[in-house]
T-cell receptor, first 111, second 113 residues
Framework: GESVGLHLPTLSVQEGDNSIINCAYS??????FIWYKQESGKGPQFIID?????DKRQGQRVTVLLNKTVKHLSLQIAATQPGDSAVYFC??????????FGKGTMLLVSP | DGGITQSPKYLFRKEGQNVTLSCEQN?????MYWYRQDPGQGLRLIYY???????QKGDIAEGYSVSREKKESFPLTVTSAQKNPTAFYLC????????????FGQGTRLTVV
């Protein structure tokens, strides 16, 4: 499929490394945040979410950290695998508004 | 299987033609959305609907139209007024409310020939 990652920031890691993908969000009032994974030619898939009353949330091999002071969100992937190669988007939301998406980061995992 | 189905996966349009992209969901979600994705960019909101028979413009609604006659369906028409329609189009749905994620379809790639 066509690359949605053209001109995106790219993070290249070796299989087994830990990956950290960062996102600066725009609205200091946002109270809900989501990380999505998008493989080439497919729709985004939900990975993990976090509410603004938390600063850390863990899932299976993934951790999201939220720093509201500097409006920063990060996604940590432990023991990165080739199947993790994709574009990762953060999204933010304020109350009943629609989701606003960041531009994405491409993660490339080498065997 | 519960989910969102977009069709067709690939669509070719001649200049000056209108085309309609289909989006159906069986998740019983009230809200549905259309996004456009261009290479190297994030998702930009075209239109959204939070209830049947009602919809609102998103950030880039010019040249597009939608309808929401049924809860399950939210078709998008790309009109001839859209100057640069070649893109990847994504439909999503969600429950209404604050802390709710959107679930996406697999997208339709539209190319103007």
């Amino acid at each position: 499929g066509e690359s949605v990652g053209l001109h995106l920031p790219t993070l290249s890691v070796q299989e087994g490394d830990n990956s950290i993908i960062n996102c600066a969000y725009s609205n200091s009032a946002s109270d809900y945040f989501i990380w999505y994974k998008q493989e080439s030619g497919k729709g985004p898939q939900f990975i993990i979410d976090i509410r603004s009353n938390m600063d850390k949330r863990q899932g299976q091999r993934v951790t999201v950290l939220l720093n509201k002071t500097v409006k920063h969100l990060s996604l940590q992937i432990a023991a990165t695998q080739p199947g993790d190669s994709a574009v990762y988007f953060c999204a933010e939301k304020y109350q009943y508004s629609t989701l606003t998406f960041g531009k994405g980061t491409m993660l490339l995992v080498s065997p | 299987d519960g989910g969102i189905t977009q069709s067709p996966k690939y669509l070719f349009r001649k200049e000056g033609q209108n085309v309609t992209l289909s989006c159906e969901q069986n998740l019983n979600h009230d809200a549905m959305y259309w996004y456009r994705q261009d290479p190297g960019q994030g998702l930009r909101l075209i239109y959204y609907s939070q209830i049947v028979n009602d919809f609102q413009k998103g950030d880039i609604a010019e040249g597009y139209s939608v309808s929401r006659e049924k809860k399950e369906s939210f078709p998008l028409t790309v009109t001839s007024a859209q100057k640069n329609p070649t893109a990847f189009y994504l439909c999503a749905s969600s429950r209404t409310g604050g802390n709710t994620e959107a679930f996406f379809g697999q997208g339709t790639r539209l190319t103007v020939v």
